[in-house]
């Protein structure tokens, strides 16, 4: 079978729609250990291996949450990427975000009920101080973000393993290197054929 066309995205690297998979990236060229492959300023980080202190202590602050057992359960790392973008970018822009990054499709999103229980996690968080009050989002809207995050984010674990606190939790957002397989439906904007994260190795401070 003759492989679909290719487009570049970088200096040697270019993407092409795989059947039944969507769209990935390929190296159209050998690329030396420790060469940096694709660059760009992240949008935001939630990753809790990181030195970003604001990120733990926001995971901490759900995982007591969860604890408390105030709330219906909830997995505190399916919120900590929307609730690190909220706090970071607000909620305008992150509404922004949602219009140039895949979604899922309407089937992927809760029903009002359920969309307006998980947005009880981020309305706890603003009561609590732990975001600002620019950071409320409507539960549909919210759900969105989750799963935005969820479709387009990268995993960064810095120094830690496996096993160790805070190990794949949160992720990292780029504005155009996040862009994962998605087809285009009319009906709702983008839906995607979810794909495990792929991995940031390294980051730098600009």
Not at 74 to 84: D, E, K, W
Not at 132 to 157: C, D
Request: aromatic share 6%.
């Amino acid at each position: 079978m003759a492989e679909s066309p290719a487009w570049e995205l970088a200096v040697g690297v270019v993407a092409r729609h795989v059947p039944h998979c969507g769209v990935a990236a390929f190296a159209a060229k050998e690329f030396q250990a420790q060469e940096v492959v694709l660059q760009e300023e992240a949008l935001f980080v939630s990753a809790v291996a990181t030195p970003v202190a604001e990120n733990e202590e926001l995971y901490r602050a759900l995982l007591a949450e969860q604890r408390r057992r105030r709330l219906p359960d909830f997995a505190p790392n399916a919120h900590l990427g929307a609730l690190a973008a909220l706090r970071r970018l607000g909620a305008r822009r992150c509404q922004e975000l949602l219009e140039s990054k895949c979604c899922g499709s309407a089937a992927d999103l809760p029903e009002p009920r359920l969309a307006r229980q998980e947005a009880g996690v981020l309305r706890s968080c603003l009561a609590q101080g732990l975001l600002p009050p620019s950071a409320s989002l409507a539960p549909l809207e919210y759900a969105k973000l989750r799963l935005a995050i969820q479709l387009n984010g990268f995993r960064f674990n810095l120094n830690a393993k496996e096993g160790d606190f805070g190990y794949d939790k949160g992720e990292v957002l780029f504005d155009n290197i996040s862009d994962p397989s998605c087809d285009y439906d009319n009906s709702f904007g983008k839906k995607a054929t979810p794909a495990p994260p792929m991995e940031v190795l390294a980051l730098h401070d600009a």
